[in-house]
């Protein structure tokens, strides 16, 4: 039997149900080389975690159609590899690739039947629609579920506003008779104004543009460093956060001499047991979990027109390495105990440092704790992890005197502090959670048991 040789595409897969587009991080194979089905051909980068793509078949690869730092759209194509079939087979050649939804054509999804999210315009577009009077209903969605985008919107604006719609055009004024009054162009608008519009739903999927900046040759006294694919990845997080969410600060202290003595106790005999350090971080996520169950608006998202609030309190854990920080989330923490959640912090510490984190463990969620005192730091204002309602960090403990019963005291102290989203959370509600968080971390005591 004799065999043909076919270019099969390779598409970017949705490797997670909210993703819509992933950064190609590294190519590890070039044309030419042998591919194996189920070999990594490359690794992306989503919501700050490589993630490698295998290959589905096995053949020799052939084109790159997305560079390194490219971010390609879910269905996208981001190479051909070279396979053979017998002849006979039916295979799809590269000129049938057309049909596949190519890089420059946009997918219309308004018409592929779903258009489940065809109503659910983010804050970018509905913007964009106000500045140029767009009637967002003449606009076709290239999202998923035929929603629309931000990019639809400039393309049905440099198209002049014609993208299938059925504006009205607008005649000439020399045309009409002289009788006849001439209606000014607001009919899109009223209409635009009587057309119910939903504020609903994630915006999650708007890449903000980035302004380009003209970079000159250096000089001796700098360098310069290539921003990798991670580093942009955060940036763009952050700068989404911050631009989205109206922050809000507060800070308390805390007294953890108890903490610091069951600590004390229980560090040793717990590292012959689990073969891992007993850290305080796992007591103050224990504190955080329970208060958080007293008040679980704390464990929320905003979500436009509503306020979700998760069932699951899922912990993100902010880490730090050497050119970047990642949140790999402990999922159901409120269902662990303390020396259970002191084997998951080390699991992620111990993934996060040798590079090991799947997509998973970056996912899903709910509320974010960071450990700065490891730094050494007294004071800190976290940035929300976007789209989450809040994030608590943890300072240095640091021996103070304090007045205690009109007496002076020397006592380990540490402080706390909270960023909220003022959309979602106010003073009273934060207020409360973190008396309930400083109220848990105090009543630790020596006969407190972390199983």
Same mark, same amino acid.
């Given at each position: 039997?004799?065999?043909?040789?076919?270019?099969?595409?390779?598409?970017?897969?949705?490797?997670?149900?909210?993703?819509?587009?992933? &950064?190609?991080?590294?190519?590890?194979?070039?044309?030419?080389?042998?591919?194996?089905? =189920?070999?990594?051909?490359?690794?992306?980068?989503?919501?700050?975690?490589?993630?490698?793509?295998?290959?589905? *078949?096995?053949?020799?690869?052939?084109?790159?159609?997305?560079?390194?730092?490219? &971010?390609?759209?879910?269905?996208?194509?981001?190479?051909?590899?070279?396979?053979?079939?017998?002849?006979?087979?039916?295979?799809?050649? /590269?000129?049938?690739?057309?049909?596949?939804?190519?890089?420059?054509?946009?997918?219309?999804?308004?018409?592929?039947?779903?258009?489940?999210? #065809?109503?659910? =315009?983010?804050?970018?577009?509905? &913007?964009?629609?106000?500045?140029?009077?767009?009637?967002?209903?003449?606009?076709?969605?290239?999202?998923?579920?035929?929603?629309?985008?931000?990019?639809?919107?400039?393309?049905? *604006?440099?198209?002049?506003?014609?993208?299938?719609?059925?504006?009205? /055009?607008?005649?000439?004024?020399?045309?009409?008779?002289?009788?006849?009054?001439?209606? /000014?162009?607001?009919?899109?608008?009223?209409?635009?104004?009587?057309?119910?519009?939903?504020?609903?739903?994630?915006?999650?999927?708007?890449?903000?543009?980035?302004?380009?900046?003209?970079?000159? %040759?250096?000089? @001796?006294?700098?360098?310069?460093?290539?921003?990798?694919?991670?580093?942009?990845?955060?940036?763009?997080?952050?700068?989404?956060?911050?631009?989205?969410? /109206?922050? %809000?600060?507060?800070?308390?202290?805390?007294?953890?001499?108890?903490?610091?003595?069951? #600590?004390?106790?229980?560090?040793?005999?717990? =590292?012959?047991?689990?073969?891992?350090?007993?850290? =305080?971080?796992?007591?103050? *996520?224990?504190?955080?979990?329970?208060?958080?169950?007293?008040?679980?608006?704390?464990?929320?998202?905003?979500?436009?027109?509503?306020?979700?609030?998760?069932?699951?309190?899922? !912990?993100?854990?902010?880490?730090?390495?050497?050119?970047?920080?990642?949140?790999?989330? !402990?999922?159901?923490?409120?269902?662990?105990?303390?020396?259970?959640?002191? #084997?998951?912090?080390?699991?992620?510490?111990?993934? &996060?440092?040798?590079?090991?984190?799947?997509?998973?463990?970056?996912?899903?969620?709910?509320?974010?704790?960071?450990?700065? %005192?490891?730094?050494?730091?007294?004071?800190? @204002?976290?940035?929300?992890?976007?789209?989450?309602?809040?994030?608590?960090?943890?300072?240095?403990?640091?021996?103070?005197?304090?007045?205690?019963?009109?007496?002076?005291?020397?006592?380990?102290?540490?402080?706390?502090?909270?960023?909220?989203?003022?959309?979602?959370?106010?003073?009273?509600?934060?207020? #409360?959670?973190?008396?309930?968080?400083?109220?848990?971390?105090?009543?630790?005591? *020596?006969?407190?048991?972390?199983?």
């Amino acid at each position: 039997m004799s065999s043909n040789k076919t270019m099969t595409d390779v598409v970017m897969p949705q490797l997670a149900e909210s993703l819509v587009s992933a &950064t190609i991080g590294k190519w590890l194979k070039k044309p030419g080389d042998r591919v194996e089905q =189920y070999e990594p051909i490359c690794e992306v980068i989503t919501d700050k975690v490589n993630a490698e793509i295998p290959s589905t *078949l096995d053949g020799i690869m052939g084109e790159l159609l997305a560079e390194e730092g490219q &971010t390609v759209e879910v269905g996208g194509i981001i190479c051909r590899i070279e396979t053979e079939s017998a002849a006979g087979e039916t295979v799809e050649q /590269p000129s049938n690739v057309s049909s596949a939804p190519a890089a420059s054509t946009p997918v219309n999804n308004s018409t592929s039947g779903d258009s489940s999210q #065809r109503s659910r =315009y983010s804050p970018a577009v509905q &913007t964009l629609a106000a500045e140029h009077n767009i009637d967002l209903t003449q606009v076709k969605g290239s999202g998923m579920g035929g929603r629309i985008t931000r990019k639809d919107v400039l393309a049905y *604006l440099e198209q002049g506003g014609s993208q299938g719609s059925a504006r009205t /055009p607008v005649t000439p004024a020399a045309a009409q008779p002289a009788s006849a009054p001439v209606q /000014p162009p607001v009919t899109t608008v009223a209409n635009a104004a009587m057309q119910p519009v939903r504020h609903s739903g994630l915006h999650l999927t708007e890449t903000p543009k980035i302004p380009t900046i003209e970079v000159e %040759g250096g000089g @001796q006294s700098e360098y310069f460093i290539d921003v990798t694919p991670v580093r942009n990845t955060i940036a763009t997080r952050m700068r989404q956060s911050v631009s989205e969410i /109206p922050h %809000g600060w507060m800070m308390i202290e805390v007294d953890v001499t108890n903490l610091v003595q069951l #600590r004390n106790k229980l560090k040793d005999e717990f =590292y012959k047991k689990e073969g891992i350090n007993l850290t =305080y971080l796992a007591f103050l *996520l224990k504190a955080v979990v329970n208060a958080i169950k007293d008040y679980p608006i704390m464990n929320s998202v905003w979500a436009v027109d509503k306020i979700i609030v998760k069932r699951d309190i899922n !912990i993100s854990l902010a880490v730090g390495t050497e050119d970047s920080v990642l949140t790999p989330v !402990i999922k159901k923490a409120d269902q662990k105990n303390i020396a259970g959640l002191a #084997r998951e912090v080390d699991e992620l510490a111990r993934k &996060t440092r040798e590079g090991k984190l799947k997509l998973d463990d970056m996912q899903g969620g709910t509320f974010t704790v960071n450990n700065t %005192g490891s730094f050494g730091s007294i004071l800190s @204002q976290p940035i929300i992890n976007y789209p989450q309602a809040a994030i608590l960090t943890f300072e240095s403990i640091v021996k103070k005197p304090v007045v205690i019963n009109d007496m002076l005291a020397i006592r380990s102290m540490a402080n706390m502090c909270l960023s909220l989203d003022h959309r979602i959370l106010d003073g009273v509600i934060c207020g #409360r959670f973190m008396q309930r968080v400083k109220d848990n971390l105090e009543s630790y005591s *020596l006969d407190t048991t972390v199983y």
